[in-house]
């Protein structure tokens, strides 16, 4: 790393698009950018979208500050079928009529879930194990079982329910996995369930409204690079 990226440290707030990987977007604003060390603070999932933090430069040490925060999220779970991802990401499979269920249950198993939890992170998952990514694992249809881990789930809105879609809230601790949430109410409703939209709205004070969208992020880089040649 030369002199002047070392002086050089910036955060970006980006709306992560549909199907785009968090290093994907990493890879497109260190492209454009020109500095070697870009990262990102606190993974979504390809089919998520929402608020990421990018750190370029000096910026990059303060990466664990920025993940480490509490995050948001908006999103719906689908009552009565799952996948193997528990999101649609692997293929739909039908488990139960869900027709059954009224509010007053689907409210009593969101509380079960508030508060401080033992959570099993999914197998189709960017946490290692041995050296490995476990979702590279469960594609090649390993099974790897993943201990329990503490987390804090600090509010679990039911916000919508119109089955057996179920729309959401979610106020949480660092590392606390969505898909598993939609996981564990399908096992308690006994119906299923996955996780069928996400969108992350927070980290700490950053908000999703104050995001770039990608694209005029990049512009914008680009624009003033040249400007400075």
Not at 95 to 110: H, N, T
Not at 146 to 159: A, G, H
Not at 199 to 204: D, L, S, W
Request: with cysteine.
């Amino acid at each position: 790393m030369g002199p002047k990226e070392q002086a050089y440290g910036a955060v970006f707030l980006v709306n992560k698009p549909y199907r785009w990987t968090s290093f994907d977007v990493v890879k497109k604003i260190r492209n454009a950018l020109k500095v070697k060390k870009v990262g990102h603070a606190g993974t979504l999932d390809p089919l998520a979208t929402g608020l990421l933090i990018i750190c370029a430069g000096k910026e990059t040490k303060n990466i664990e500050g920025y993940q480490s925060q509490e995050k948001e999220y908006e999103g719906s779970f689908v009552l009565g079928q799952t996948t193997e991802s528990f999101d649609l990401e692997r293929e739909v499979i039908n488990v139960a009529d869900p027709s059954f269920l009224d509010e007053s249950a689907i409210q009593k198993a969101a509380a079960s879930l508030t508060g401080e939890i033992m959570q099993i992170p999914p197998s189709h998952s960017a946490i290692k194990k041995d050296g490995k990514r476990v979702y590279e694992s469960a594609r090649r249809g390993i099974t790897v079982i993943l201990d329990p881990r503490p987390v804090t789930v600090k509010k679990f809105e039911i916000v919508r329910i119109s089955l057996p879609e179920v729309h959401f809230r979610i106020q949480c601790s660092k590392g606390t996995y969505i898909r598993s949430l939609a996981r564990d109410m399908g096992e308690i409703l006994g119906v299923g369930a996955y996780l069928s939209s996400l969108k992350r709205t927070a980290i700490g004070e950053f908000r999703l409204e104050k995001a770039w969208e990608l694209d005029e992020l990049v512009e914008k880089i680009n624009k003033e690079r040249n400007e400075n040649l």
